[in-house]
């Protein structure tokens, strides 16, 4: 139910399905693609993750804001979602960490959403016709008028949305996960061997950082348009791809660099869009799923080793587009049978298309980190020898 105070809001889908509810967040129109996400918790590091540039999220649990916002979640330096859209909110939060409610957060970064509507329904017309555009409205509620401007927006394909999340200066990342929440003590010297790695940021989320940090990674975070002879400059142990939003198969200066330092056989990990980006940067295919992959529980596995793992995506890699004599396919998605992690057989490079630094999610996948630093550290030692 509404409170006494709430703003009616309009949302209507590309199809001219409309659903009343009530605001939260800011006044105002927004347009993007509208998408389900599935997990019952982590609504702050969905709203604060780049990859959701451009997009509007249904949250299909029902109960959306009860722990508040705080600083120590967010997976950037604000929301990058176009809207949110839930079935009940909370306006008065209850938790010792909490510093501020979800709708006060979502209006002073200027994000509208809508609540008090059927999210069941909208998810289950997702699943059946796919991710679509949408809009939502506090001025405009009169839904042709809405749906004449939802017909404008760019489709998600062929859209670079990299540009407008990469930061645009080099900075260094040293900050390790916080010993308030962490889940898996890095073991042994890992601290005190100081791997320099060079991350191309697509859209990268915090906690991929705080985890290369814990691992004893110093992080040097580039543009994604970094040429890779400057990446190089930084005589780097490791390259790392990040997350990000959009199509990947736009993101042409990032596959083009990322060929570039394939020669150079220095190991590479990739996450996401960076395990995208890979896989096109060694002749690789993407195409769009109907209406992708995002919440907490994603099993992901091959040879009956499987993870639960955190996905959020819309793109995937073609099978048949892979050079079978270079690649190995190590992870599929169980649910679907899309490819969901890859290696080269012999250099040392690999990727996962879900999210291991479990924010939110769970942790079956960290071993990863430990994976790409001892990818470092046998290249090191190769090196010496």
């Known amino acids: 139910m509404a409170n006494s105070n709430a703003q009616p809001a309009l949302l209507v889908l590309a199809d001219g399905s409309a659903y009343r509810g009530w605001s939260f967040g800011a006044n105002g129109t927004t347009l993007g693609e509208v998408v389900f996400n599935t997990g019952m918790t982590g609504y702050q590091e969905v709203l604060t993750d780049p990859s959701y540039r451009g997009q509007i999220i249904t949250f299909t649990y029902p109960e959306l804001g009860n722990t508040g916002v705080n600083p120590e979640d967010e997976e950037s330096d604000r929301p990058h979602v176009r809207g949110a859209i839930a079935r009940n909110i909370t306006l008065r939060p209850s938790n010792w960490r909490s510093a501020q ?185 993407t195409y769009k799923l109907k209406f992708g992959h995002r919440g907490l529980n994603h099993p992901a596995g091959l040879q009956r080793r499987v993870e639960i793992t955190s996905q959020n995506h819309s793109f995937a890699l073609t099978p048949e587009s892979l050079p079978e004599a270079d690649i190995e396919i190590t992870h599929l998605n169980l649910n679907d049978r899309t490819i969901a992690g890859l290696r080269h057989k012999s250099l040392p490079l690999f990727s996962v298309q879900y999210h291991p630094e479990a924010s939110p999610g769970p942790h079956d996948a960290d071993y990863l980190f430990e994976q790409f630093v001892q990818s470092m550290r046998e290249a090191r030692l190769a090196t010496v020898s």
């Open 101 to 285: 409610s979800l709708p006060d957060y979502l209006k002073k970064h200027g994000i509208v959403g809508i609540y008090g509507v059927d999210t069941r329904a909208i998810t289950r017309k997702l699943r059946v016709y796919g991710a679509m555009n949408g809009g939502i409205s506090t001025e405009i509620l009169d839904p042709e008028e809405l749906l004449n401007q939802i017909q404008q927006a760019p489709s998600m394909e062929g859209l670079n949305l990299v540009k407008e999340v990469t930061t645009t200066e080099v900075y260094e990342w040293s900050d390790p996960t916080s010993d308030i929440w962490e889940f898996k003590p890095v073991e042994g010297n890992a601290a005190s061997e100081a791997f320099t790695v060079v991350a191309l940021d697509f859209g990268i989320k915090r906690n991929i950082l705080r985890r290369l940090a814990r691992y004893g990674c110093r992080v040097i975070v580039v543009p994604a348009n970094t040429p890779a002879e400057d990446i190089l400059k930084y005589n780097p142990d490791g390259i790392f791809l990040s997350n990000g939003p959009g199509d990947p198969a736009a993101v042409t200066e990032g596959i083009e660099t990322t060929k570039k330092l394939l020669q150079a056989s220095i190991p590479m990990f990739g996450i996401c869009m960076g395990h995208q980006i890979l896989g096109l940067s060694m002749g690789g295919e």
